[in-house]
């Protein structure tokens, strides 16, 4: 039977080398062959919400929800974490030299890094 690995990827900062871009560039992927349990308890949490008539946004964005919402949405996480690889890369954007300040050398190179 064949073996699938899922790869999610998410991404904090910008990619503004100016002084008035973000300080850090993080890109995190999750790992995983079975990533279902988990996305169903997500999908019915949302709906759970939903019907409790608590105010979770249209795109049910963690970050961006309340913190009572937050708190479920980590509870769902944390029960489902045992399938999961997590990696980040972190860069300090004010200690990237000058050749890789231009997307289309800095992007791949940190996905590079990220997926070794």
Same mark, same amino acid.
């Given at each position: 039977?064949?073996?699938?690995?899922?790869?999610? @990827?998410?991404?904090?900062?910008?990619? *503004?080398? =100016?002084?008035?871009?973000? #300080?850090? $560039?993080?890109?995190?992927?999750?790992?995983?062959?079975?990533? $279902?349990?988990?996305?169903?308890?997500?999908?019915?949490?949302?709906?759970?919400? @939903? =019907?409790?008539?608590?105010?979770?946004?249209?795109? $049910?964005?963690?970050?961006?929800?309340? =913190? *009572?919402?937050?708190?479920?949405? $980590?509870?769902?996480?944390? *029960?489902?974490?045992?399938?999961?690889?997590?990696?980040?890369?972190?860069?300090?954007? #004010?200690?990237?030299?000058? *050749?890789?300040?231009?997307?289309?050398?800095?992007?791949? =190179?940190?996905?590079?890094?990220?997926?070794?």
């Amino acid at each position: 039977m064949p073996r699938f690995l899922y790869v999610f @990827l998410d991404e904090s900062g910008d990619l *503004a080398f =100016q002084p008035n871009g973000s #300080r850090f $560039f993080v890109i995190t992927s999750v790992t995983t062959e079975h990533p $279902f349990d988990g996305a169903k308890a997500l999908h019915d949490l949302r709906y759970d919400l @939903l =019907q409790k008539d608590a105010a979770i946004g249209e795109c $049910f964005h963690a970050c961006e929800d309340k =913190q *009572a919402v937050r708190n479920e949405v $980590f509870n769902v996480i944390r *029960a489902h974490l045992k399938p999961l690889t997590i990696d980040s890369i972190i860069v300090e954007k #004010r200690k990237t030299g000058p *050749a890789l300040q231009h997307i289309e050398r800095f992007y791949p =190179q940190i996905l590079g890094y990220l997926l070794r």
